[in-house]
């Protein structure tokens, strides 16, 4: 934060940092993308200063014009930065500027006119039905201690099992554990929103399995699942296990711990599964966003046609 204290005058700070608070208090956004926001807006900043010759301000902002951003964005593709991460910092830049719009002190119409980089087409590659089951199963996790190798599996079965993300999944409590009636599971999702997935009886007991294997006691409000010493357990480490058992499974790159919520929605349209109740499972807040799943499935469809069918 002491280089934005550097980037910034006093009047454009303030707004700025009244901006976040507003984005995790009143909308409510995952701490991911508040992180990404700030930074994007550090970013911003930081180009500014150069561009205008000094720390910018309130009035620097309010007299942006669309030739500005896309000096921006311009900048930032000189960095080597990919249309993803440019589409995201302009969405941050966006919220910004309209944040301020509504305060009467700049106007988003420039930002708002500016068009988006072009986002490449990339479907999700999804792990075949073998594969997923075969990463999620204890006995094939290479951890030593029996109780890490436990958790392991049973993170990696509510990834694939319930289509959570990794983040839903280390942030459940044992609060948040189905009982023996309901067989649901309470998931936190982007933006605080809460959703009830069903929990299929391999991930009931994959959870099971840790608790009863795990050293430290449970305590209602803590995360679930724990680091080696006790604390939260954190992504990286599960992603860094998923790499080992890439490795030793001979799977591509592309086998993920994100791959596995990619292959819940793959095997349950593939299997019958409809849209609607895909988008409810996996939390998404637009239709449009589990339609990619469709394609999927069709690209393997032709796969298998390709390969199989004598005249093809």
């Not at 980089?117 to 201690?145: G, H, I, M, W, Y």
């Not at 958790?151 to 023996?180: F, H, K, N």
């Not at 999927?296 to 390969?307: C, F, K």
Request: aromatic share 6%; with cysteine.
């Amino acid at each position: 934060m002491q280089e934005f204290l550097i980037l910034a005058k006093p009047d454009l700070q303030n707004a700025r940092e009244a901006w976040l608070k507003s984005l995790g208090g009143e909308r409510r956004l995952s701490a991911l993308t508040l992180d990404a926001y700030e930074r994007d807006s550090r970013q911003f900043l930081h180009f500014l200063t150069g561009h205008c010759g000094g720390p910018p301000g309130l009035g620097d902002v309010a007299a942006l014009r669309p030739a500005d951003l896309r000096a921006f964005l311009a900048a930032r593709r000189k960095e080597g930065v990919g249309s993803r991460t440019l589409g995201r910092g302009l969405a941050g830049v966006r919220s910004f500027l309209r944040y301020l719009e509504r305060r009467g002190l700049a106007n988003a119409a420039g930002a708002a006119a500016l068009r988006a980089p072009k986002q490449p087409k990339s479907l999700p590659k999804p792990l075949t039905a073998p594969d997923a089951r075969r990463v999620v199963e204890a006995q094939t996790q290479l951890a030593e201690e029996p109780w890490i190798a436990a958790r392991d599996a049973a993170v990696l079965t509510l990834l694939y099992g319930c289509g959570l993300r990794i983040s839903e999944a280390l942030g459940l409590t044992e609060g948040d554990l189905p009982d023996a009636r309901s067989g649901m599971l309470r998931v936190t999702g982007k933006g605080g929103k809460t959703r009830l997935v069903p929990v299929l009886p391999a991930a009931v007991r994959a959870l099971e399995s840790y608790r009863a294997l795990c050293p430290y006691p449970p305590e209602a409000e803590k995360p679930l699942f724990r680091g080696a010493r006790g604390g939260p357990l954190a992504a990286a480490i599960i992603q860094r296990a998923m790499q080992r058992l890439r490795s030793g499974m001979g799977l591509p790159e592309t086998a993920t711990p994100h791959a596995l919520r990619h292959s819940f929605a793959t095997h349950l349209l593939a299997a019958g599964g409809d849209l609607r109740t895909i988008q409810e499972l996996l939390g998404h807040a637009s239709l449009s966003t589990t339609q990619i799943y469709t394609a999927v499935d069709t690209t393997r469809l032709l796969d298998i046609y390709e390969a199989a069918h004598p005249r093809a």
